[in-house]
Nanobody, 123 residues
Framework: QVQLVESGGGLVQAGGSLRLSCAASGRTFSSYAMGWFRQAPGKEREFVATITRSGGLTYYTDSVKGRFTISRDNVKNTVYLQMNSLKPEDTAVYYC????????????????WGQGTQVTVSS
């Protein structure tokens, strides 16, 4: 079992930055690929970014490439999402998720989910 707790969300003006954190319980964090997803009001949850178990490879949805950076610290059992140049369309609840094995863009491939943290970007 892995428990995930996100933090770092909040209200920010367009062009600003936020860093989300996701702390994982358990001693096998490095066995899990990690992902960030988001759900905007009235929309389905969508993939944002994923990182491999070692942190050596990262992948992003096109709309956040060059603005967001996913990273992880396998000693601290934490995955991060640094979000720069935020836009109003980035407003959503952001979820982190853990997947045993290799990375995935697909929500159904993830085994564990956090409760989400709200990010609101004002124009």
């Amino acid at each position: 079992q892995v428990q995930l707790v996100e933090s770092g969300g909040g209200l920010v003006q367009a062009g600003g930055s936020l860093r989300l954190s996701c702390a994982a319980s358990g001693r096998t964090f490095s066995s899990y690929a990690m992902g960030w997803f988001r759900q905007a009001p009235g929309k389905e949850r969508e993939f944002v970014a994923t990182i491999t178990r070692s942190g050596g490879l990262t992948y992003y949805t096109d709309s956040v490439k060059g603005r967001f950076t996913i990273s992880r610290d396998n000693v601290k059992n934490t995955v991060y999402l640094q979000m720069n140049s935020l836009k109003p369309e980035d407003t959503a609840v952001y979820y982190c998720a853990a997947r045993a094995g290799s990375y995935s863009y697909v929500q159904s491939g993830y085994d564990y989910w956090g409760q989400g943290t709200q990010v609101t970007v004002s124009s």
